[in-house]
Every structure is written in structure tokens, then in C-alpha cells.
């Protein structure tokens, strides 16, 4: 089998390797991977700025879609020919992130799936939506899971409720799409007023250009009548977080998300004295995965892919989504 794999930190570095085809033991299903798709994390993991101890080598990213072509004794939720996804945290299942679940996170706690083969435990798999192709349901269990926890899961988000999301990646996107077939109104920021058009073909109700209007937490309060929004899904964080505790409602919401805008500082005092609930999110369990596929199925919501590379240019893929170029999700198929 061929997989990239980390020996040392940098994307100039990362490898094509080959290893033997893994045998799937009691429990296990081997997927043949037909794509992969980026995530910023995975950038930061390739960089070394995810977790600088890690142990060498590892194969990167936690987001794939394949085939199911072999299943071990005992495995009864798989079966060869299934179209399926692995979750992002293997052990995660249902209930609530605790400290194991986090050890097995794939592409950063253990090996990923930039590879044509990966050997999964039957739990940590969940079927595609029917209607996608590989491309875009590799999309889903990280990005995808993120917003549909943030939003839905811990967010509460319902009809009529205004959200606030930031830049067009794929978390963003994502929770544009969730929130319209939701009904709710959705206020779009960007650096590009090209990207910014393409966001309101999608749904967005306002968008705002911050880098022209740079007091952009003042043109949402005006936006919504000086009440603010329910919910931000905030992806820039400690950089943005003090302009979206301005940005929220009295007793509005913050899915904290992201870590896009670098070092900061904000204060605390207004999330106290606006009673708002900044809740952390890191990504979401199977019966969340799952409960997300359900309604993508029944709304034919469709992932927006940016560009898809072939597997060769792994590198050149981690590259272009380093540049901010990309609008939604960078794919690698194989």
C-alpha cells in the first residue's frame, strides 16, 4: 500500500511511502480510500505547530471516504462494498469528549488516512449519504461534524436565529449550509469581496468585508438591530474572539472552533455581562456523524469542493490550502 507518512516536520518532507496491505483482524474492516480532504489541522500537524513531540513517522489527516473490501471475524456493521467514512475520533462513539476518546483522534494521535489503504475498527466507521460522491463525503467527518456540533448539538440553533460565520472555509461553509436549511438568517465575513459573492449565492443574508470595514463586530450589531447575533461560529480565535463577544447577543452563543487568527487577547467581562455561552468544539462523536448524515441525506445538501489534486501532489494540496486561495474544502483523490 502507498501512504505519505511524517518522518520530519515540514510540507517539503512529507513522503510517499509503502508499506505491506494490512490485514483485517476481529473487529476490523479494510477501506480501500478513494479521497481525502484538508483540513487546517492537518497543515498544523504537517508544520509541526499541532503537537512538536509527536512520534515519527505518522500518516496525516483525519478525513477520508472508500470502500469497505475486507471485514475480520465478528464484524457485523460493515460489509464489503459499503460506502463509508471513518470518524475523526476513532473511540468516540456517543456521550461526551473525555480524555481517551482524545488519544485516538486520527492523523494526530494515531496514524491517519493519506493512504490507498487504511485498517479501521468497525465503530470507527459510519455509511456516506447516497447521493455523494467519495470527493465530497471525504468532506465530512471533521469540518462537517465541527459545525453540526457547534450549530446543532451544543448550539441549540433553530428557525429565525441569526449566525455569524467567519471566512469561507470549510467549517463555514458547512455551517452556512446547516443553518439555511435550518431557517436561519446567516451574516458571512471575508477578506474578498469575490469570495463574498459566492457566499451569498449560497444563502448568506449579509456579508462584510473586514479587511474594508475593519470595526466588522459594529457592522453586525447594525446588521441585526442592535441586538446582535444568536450564534458565531467562531474559526479565528483569540485573534477575533473579543470582536465576536461584541458581535453575540445578550445570552447568544459562541461555538469556539478555530485558531486561524493566531495570538490575542480578549476580555472576559463581556461574556459575563452578556451572559453568553462560549462553548468549545472539537469536532463530535459518531451518533453526531451520523444524526449530521440523516439530514444531508433528506435536504441533498451537496459539500463545496475548491479543487481536488491527485494523490502524487499531496504536498502541492497542503500548499494551496496554506495560501487561503481555497473557498470550502481541498480535496486529494485517489
Known amino acids: 500500500m502507498r501512504l505519505f507518512e511524517i518522518t520530519k516536520f515540514g510540507i517539503d518532507?512529507?513522503?510517499?511511502?509503502?508499506?505491506?496491505?494490512?490485514k483485517p483482524m476481529h473487529g476490523q474492516v479494510?477501506?480501500?480510500?478513494?479521497?481525502?480532504?484538508?483540513?487546517?489541522?492537518?497543515?498544523?500537524?504537517v508544520k509541526g505547530l499541532y503537537n512538536p513531540k509527536m512520534n515519527f513517522p505518522l500518516v496525516p489527516c483525519s478525513d477520508g471516504a472508500g470502500e469497505v473490501i475486507e471485514v475480520g471475524e465478528g464484524v457485523t456493521r460493515v460489509k464489503p462494498g459499503d460506502r463509508v467514512a471513518?470518524?475523526?475520533?476513532?473511540s468516540w462513539i456517543s456521550g461526551e469528549l473525555n480524555e481517551n476518546k482524545a488519544k485516538s483522534a486520527l492523523g494526530g494521535a494515531i496514524d491517519g488516512v493519506l493512504a490507498d489503504h487504511v485498517l479501521f475498527h468497525e465503530d470507527g466507521l459510519v455509511h456516506i449519504p447516497e447521493h455523494l460522491s467519495y470527493d465530497e463525503a471525504a468532506t465530512l467527518p471533521c469540518a462537517a461534524v465541527t459545525a453540526w456540533n457547534g450549530l446543532i448539538t451544543s448550539g441549540g440553533l433553530k428557525p429565525g436565529d441569526t449566525v455569524l460565520v467567519m471566512g469561507t472555509g470549510g467549517v463555514s461553509i458547512f455551517a452556512l449550509q446547516f443553518a439555511k436549511f435550518v431557517g436561519a438568517k446567516v451574516v458571512a465575513t471575508s477578506s474578498s469581496d469575490?469570495?463574498?459573492?459566492?457566499?451569498k449565492q449560497l444563502g448568506a443574508s449579509d456579508c462584510i468585508n473586514y479587511k474594508s470595514v475593519p470595526d466588522w463586530d459594529k457592522k453586525v450589531f447594525e446588521l441585526t438591530g442592535r441586538r446582535g447575533v444568536d450564534h458565531v461560529v467562531e474559526v479565528g480565535g483569540a485573534g477575533t474572539l473579543a470582536k465576536s463577544l461584541r458581535a453575540a447577543r445578550t445570552g447568544g452563543h459562541i461555538s469556539l472552533i478555530g485558531v486561524l487568527s493566531g495570538a490575542g487577547e480578549a476580555n472576559p467581562l463581556p461574556a459575563v455581562m452578556k451572559n453568553i455561552r462560549i462553548q468549545g468544539i472539537y469536532v463530535g462523536s459518531r451518533d453526531m456523524f451520523e444524526a449530521m448524515n440523516s439530514a444531508i441525506s433528506l435536504h441533498k445538501l451537496h459539500p463545496v469542493?475548491?479543487?481536488?489534486?491527485?494523490?502524487?501532489?499531496?504536498?502541492?494540496?497542503?500548499?494551496?490550502?496554506?495560501?487561503?486561495?481555497?473557498f470550502g474544502k481541498v480535496v486529494i483523490g485517489l
Open 86 to 90: 471513518g470518524i475523526f475520533f476513532q
Open 305 to 326: 469542493i475548491d479543487r481536488i489534486f491527485p494523490f502524487e501532489e499531496g504536498r502541492e494540496a497542503l500548499s494551496y490550502m496554506e495560501s487561503g486561495a481555497h
Open 30 to 45: 479494510l477501506v480501500k480510500i478513494k479521497a481525502v480532504a484538508l483540513n487546517y489541522r492537518d497543515l498544523m500537524v
Open 194 to 199: 469575490e469570495k463574498l459573492e459566492r457566499v
Open 13 to 22: 518532507n512529507l513522503s510517499i511511502s509503502e508499506r505491506s496491505d494490512p
